[in-house]
């Protein structure tokens, strides 16, 4: 069983930085596909950034590109969000999710098999 831990949320201003973390055990994540999602209040969960085992490929919501980073380490079992020029559009809770295939990209939640509890991002203006 794969667990996922989320942590480095919380309240920044516009125009902050946030680094967003995600512990994953029962599983090395060097052999998957993993991603960071978003669900605002009242609105469907949405992709935001994913990376391939290696590290090798990732992709980006157009709301995202250009500010937002992911990277992994995969000696830690870890993977980051780096979070910049944040925008008020941007509060939500961000959810890590990670499915077990080595060289796709998916962007649908349901093609994600583990997810984290997730962690509140608030941005004020």
């Known amino acids: 069983q794969v667990q996922l831990v989320e942590s480095g949320g919380g309240l920044a201003q516009v125009g902050d930085s946030l680094r967003l973390s995600c512990a994953a055990s029962?599983?090395?994540?060097?052999?998957?596909?993993m991603a960071w999602f978003r669900q605002a209040p009242g609105k469907e969960r949405e992709f935001v950034t994913g990376?391939?085992?290696?590290?090798?490929?990732?992709n980006y919501a157009n709301a995202v590109e250009g500010r937002l980073t992911i990277s992994r380490e995969n000696t830690k079992n870890m993977i980051y969000l780096q979070m910049n020029s944040l925008k008020p559009e941007d509060t939500a809770v961000y959810y890590c999710?990670?499915?077990?295939?080595?060289?796709?990209?998916?962007?649908?939640?349901?093609?994600?098999?583990?997810w984290g509890q997730g962690t509140l991002v608030t941005v004020s203006s």
């Open positions: 029962g599983r090395p994540v060097s052999t998957s596909t």
């Open positions: 999710a990670l499915v077990r295939k080595l060289f796709t990209l998916p962007i649908q939640p349901n093609e994600y098999e583990y």
């Open positions: 990376i391939t085992w290696s590290g090798g490929r990732t």
